[in-house]
């Protein structure tokens, strides 16, 4: 209607001056323009004022950015579409192109975000209901339009609406200053100087990762010790873990039923667990080292040692969390206690080591786990032999050498030796035994015995150099 009294007014003003039709007719595109101009304008202004509450909301609900597009126009980039994890997308447009009330928010002493507004004149005031309260930024949005070329605004969902002045036109601020984007955070900033870090899912799921592999680590290597320590168990199957064609870790399948991932290391500033022997107690306890500081005992809240074998309780692993500030963090939990630590870096470059430097499972007979200290691990394979062989003996002696079978009877177990210098040695009648007699005297060179074992259906061989040291 309003632009219909426009044109019938400049038609009736033509009738009298058909001289200037042509400046007339370009009068009338103009405020056309004008009009147009403007209610794109409000239509941007709320878009962005939706947007600006989800992204408050989105905050106080932890969510996180999952992606963000371009929206173009003409080949020309006029705003960002947001997806996030849990909320719904939103838009926001880069300006306004237009004098407008700057709508936006900014946290108050109580720690809530409310909506605030600047005029035309500079002055900058909170959003008030109709009893004078400040107005929660995940409260209602406030409303804009346009209406005889002058701005209104509501604050109760349209049921009301407050003139701010004239709608002009003319070049003028968005609500966003700027919009950052990062691997790590999408940083919003306002006219008003507020500023939003949303954290961005795909480095929260990197993190995350690295955490879990790392407490993949630190269960790893209690599985190992326990299992060491049973003196019966053994590996039955360890390979290469992969991952889109890359080598990632090992894997291994234990005989009893246990199996564990121990995953190279990822070099970052996240804290180190690993389980550590006592050598006065005798007793293997957690430790935990925070990037550039020294090993410390993880102890329960009575400042006990947390014991890492023979007790019942879990292991304490490595989360990942995000403070309200946007920011990521390290954290280390455990039966009794939360360690908040350093700050979560940027991801990994180069890959170095771990709790486990290395892994190597090209022996036959073991796998050998070394950790980043240089303490090594042993772990026997299935139909491994295990036994001593570095002893010592008088001449004209005999000794009963102990040996262990893993993953098959010693009732399995063949052995041919090889001997020199008048040694004698077999299997003993007594299961597990290999029985050596030395001669009427011998040096260094003549004791050395070599052992070949077999066990039956394993399609593999053992062998030991058994070193006789003279008494």
Request: hydrophobic share 35%; with cysteine.
């Given at each position: 209607m309003k632009r219909l009294s426009i044109a019938f007014a400049l038609t009736v003003t033509l009738l009298f001056a058909p001289g200037c039709i042509d400046k007339y007719l370009e009068d009338i595109a103009e405020l056309e323009r004008r009009l147009d101009e403007i209610e794109r304008m409000c239509e941007e202004m709320n878009v962005n004022i939706t947007s600006l509450q989800v992204i408050v909301s989105s905050i106080q609900d932890n969510d996180m950015i999952s992606g963000v597009t371009s929206?173009?126009?003409?080949?020309?980039?006029?705003?960002?579409?947001?997806?996030?994890v849990k909320t719904a997308p939103i838009t926001i447009y880069h300006g306004t192109n237009g004098k407008v009330p700057l709508i936006g928010t900014a946290k108050d002493t109580d720690g809530n975000y409310y909506w605030n507004i600047k005029y035309d004149n500079g002055t900058v005031g909170w959003i008030t209901d109709e009893y004078g309260n400040k107005v929660l930024a995940m409260g209602i949005a406030p409303q804009l339009k346009v209406k005889d070329e002058r701005w209104l605004i509501s604050y109760d969902e349209g049921k009301s609406w407050v003139d701010?002045?004239?709608?002009?036109?003319?070049?003028?601020?968005?609500?966003?200053?700027?919009?950052?984007?990062?691997?790590?955070?999408?940083?919003?900033?306002?006219?008003?100087?507020?500023?939003?870090?949303?954290?961005?899912?795909?480095?929260?799921?990197?993190?995350?990762?690295e955490a879990e592999r790392i407490n993949s680590n630190v269960n790893a290597q209690k599985t190992i010790i326990r299992a060491i320590a049973s003196k019966v168990v053994y590996i039955k199957n360890a390979g290469d873990l992969m991952e889109?064609?890359?080598?990632?870790?090992?894997?291994?399948?234990?005989?009893?039923?246990?199996?564990?991932?121990?995953?190279?290391?990822?070099?970052?500033?996240?804290?180190?667990?690993?389980?550590?022997?006592?050598?006065?107690?005798?007793?293997?306890?957690?430790?935990?080292?925070?990037?550039g500081e020294e090993m410390e005992w993880l102890r329960d809240a009575a400042g006990n040692r947390i014991r890492s074998v023979g007790d019942t309780i879990p292991p304490p692993k490595i989360s990942i969390k995000v403070d309200d500030r946007g920011f990521f963090y390290w954290t280390i939990e455990y039966a009794g206690g939360n360690i908040v630590t350093t700050e979560a870096p940027q991801l990994f470059v180069n890959r170095t080591a771990s709790i486990f430097r290395k892994v190597d499972i090209?022996?036959?007979?073991?796998?050998?786990?070394?950790?980043?200290?240089?303490?090594?691990y042993q772990l026997p394979k299935e139909f491994t032999i295990s036994m001593e062989t570095n002893i010592s003996m008088a001449v004209k002696s005999v000794k009963k050498l102990e040996y262990t079978v893993y993953g098959a009877d010693y009732s399995e177990v063949k052995a041919a030796f090889i001997t020199q210098g008048g040694f004698k040695a077999y299997l003993s009648d007594t299961l597990g035994f290999v029985t050596i007699e030395s001669p009427n005297d011998f040096n260094s060179e003549h004791g050395k015995i070599m052992a070949v074992f077999t066990v039956k259906n394993s399609q593999r061989s053992s062998v030991k150099t058994i070193n006789v040291n003279k008494l």
């Open positions: 929206i173009t126009q003409n080949g020309k980039e006029v705003g960002y579409k947001i997806n996030f701010l002045g004239q709608a002009t036109g003319e070049h003028g601020d968005s609500m966003f200053k700027s919009v950052v984007i990062s691997s790590d955070h999408v940083i919003f900033t306002l006219t008003n100087g507020t500023v939003f870090r949303i954290p961005v899912y795909g480095k929260y799921l990197a993190l995350k990762t889109n064609g890359e080598r990632i870790g090992t894997y291994c399948n234990l005989s009893n039923g246990e199996n564990f991932k121990v995953y190279d290391w990822q070099s970052s500033n996240a804290p180190k667990i690993f389980s550590v022997l006592d050598t006065i107690t005798g007793l293997y306890y957690w430790t935990f080292q925070q990037s090209s022996n036959p007979d073991f796998v050998l786990f070394i950790t980043w200290d240089g303490t090594q």
